[in-house]
């Protein structure tokens, strides 16, 4: 897997397929693609909440992003992530290794948030729900299962709506934005 665009184009990312599931390359650049008639990528920070091999997170990093931020539960996929960012000398990136709700997702109105979801498909829409570090983010790109229906009723995401989804196979991408208060 490599980086499909920008300043970073053509590296390779660190292999953890054994121990991830990472976002397929025709996924991958359907999301930046819609990323970058969207947003300018310098305005934002990036958190990625189930890392994996980091690919989303270094795209964006990639496409300009002012911070990336990489979290996952496995020590092993973090060790991975950290010696690739100190090989590769990335500075915007910080990494995490927690439960993907005690991440930090800033609220600062100078640089907005995107959160790149994409949980293990034992998670439910119902388990995303449940992660109220959500509601600081402006977007959600919410990578999920074809079978799984996100509930706007409940949790963090009564403070959302559904911007679009794409089906690519057995998996959909959902943009899911922050509702616009009156």
Same mark, same amino acid.
């Given at each position: 897997?490599?980086?499909?665009?920008?300043?970073?184009?053509?590296?390779?990312?660190?292999? =953890?397929?054994?121990?991830?599931?990472?976002?397929? =390359?025709?996924?991958?650049? $359907?999301?930046?693609?819609? @990323? /970058?008639?969207? #947003?300018?990528?310098?305005?934002?920070?990036?958190?990625?909440?189930? $890392?994996?091999?980091?690919? @989303?997170?270094?795209?964006?990093?990639?496409?300009? $992003?002012?911070?990336?931020?990489?979290?996952?539960?496995?020590?092993?996929?973090?060790?991975?992530?950290?010696?690739?960012?100190?090989?590769?000398?990335?500075?915007?990136?910080?990494?995490?290794?927690?439960?993907?709700?005690?991440?930090?997702?800033?609220?600062?109105?100078?640089? /907005?948030? #995107?959160?790149?979801?994409?949980?293990?498909?034992?998670?439910?829409?119902?388990?995303?729900?449940?992660?109220?570090? @959500?509601?600081? =983010?402006?977007?959600?790109?919410?990578?999920?299962?074809?079978?799984?229906?996100?509930?706007?009723?409940?949790?963090?995401?009564?403070?959302?709506? @559904?911007?679009? /989804?794409?089906?690519?196979?057995?998996?959909?991408?959902?943009?899911?934005?922050?509702?616009?208060?009156?």
């Amino acid at each position: 897997m490599q980086i499909i665009s920008g300043k970073y184009k053509g590296l390779s990312l660190p292999k =953890a397929y054994s121990i991830t599931r990472p976002t397929t =390359a025709k996924v991958k650049q $359907a999301i930046f693609s819609k @990323l /970058e008639n969207m #947003i300018d990528f310098d305005q934002f920070s990036f958190y990625d909440l189930f $890392a994996g091999t980091g690919s @989303l997170g270094f795209e964006a990093l990639s496409r300009g $992003a002012r911070e990336v931020y990489l979290n996952d539960n496995s020590k092993k996929v973090v060790d991975l992530l950290d010696r690739f960012c100190k090989d590769k000398g990335f500075e915007n990136v910080k990494l995490t290794k927690m439960n993907a709700n005690r991440v930090k997702i800033s609220d600062n109105s100078q640089c /907005e948030a #995107i959160a790149f979801v994409d949980p293990p498909y034992r998670f439910s829409s119902g388990d995303v729900a449940k992660l109220s570090n @959500l509601k600081n =983010a402006k977007l959600i790109i919410y990578e999920h299962s074809k079978n799984e229906i996100i509930d706007f009723q409940i949790g963090v995401f009564k403070c959302f709506k @559904l911007e679009s /989804e794409s089906v690519y196979g057995d998996t959909i991408i959902s943009f899911i934005s922050k509702k616009v208060l009156d």
